[in-house]
């Protein structure tokens, strides 16, 4: 598996428009996208900073991983995400090594990438995903 860079982090937050607030006018950064993606109950918004995005992620859905976390947890850094190329293959070496994988196989995630989360328990601590975009 060859990860090429830091594709994003991701940040729960709470409120959506209060925290793209603060990202735009406390750090001067610009939100050039904002997506649903409903089969994850979220609500995204994304910046770039250098060559690595932030995305923020709003729960639509009490229930939803999100919103559980936020429960949890409080606001806060989600995940990292890495993109890769090879998904597919990136997921069976993880699982040949022992690694606890939420996503046996990729689905679609914001922004049309396939993506893959990595257990936490197997990443110290760490929620992971691989992302891949097929389009480049």
């Known amino acids: 598996m060859h990860i090429s860079h830091i594709e994003h982090i991701g940040i729960a937050v709470k409120n959506l428009e209060e925290s793209i607030k603060f990202y735009e006018e406390v750090l001067g950064l ?13 609500k995204t918004a994304f910046f770039m900073v ?21 429960d949890k947890k409080g606001e806060g850094v989600h995940h990292m995400a890495f993109a890769v190329k090879g998904i597919e293959d990136a ?11 939420i996503d046996k196989a990729p689905r ?15 990443t110290h601590g760490v929620l992971m995903e691989l992302c891949e975009d097929k389009n480049k």
């Open 50 to 70: 250098g060559q690595t995005k932030v995305e923020l992620l709003e729960s639509t859905d009490p229930e939803g991983p999100i919103g559980k976390f936020i």
């Open 108 to 122: 679609k995630g914001a922004e049309g990438l396939d993506i893959a989360f990595l257990h936490p328990k197997s």
């Open 30 to 42: 610009k939100c050039y996208a904002i997506e649903e993606v409903a089969d994850q109950r979220v």
């Open 91 to 101: 997921l069976a070496t993880m699982d040949e090594k022992g690694i606890r994988l």
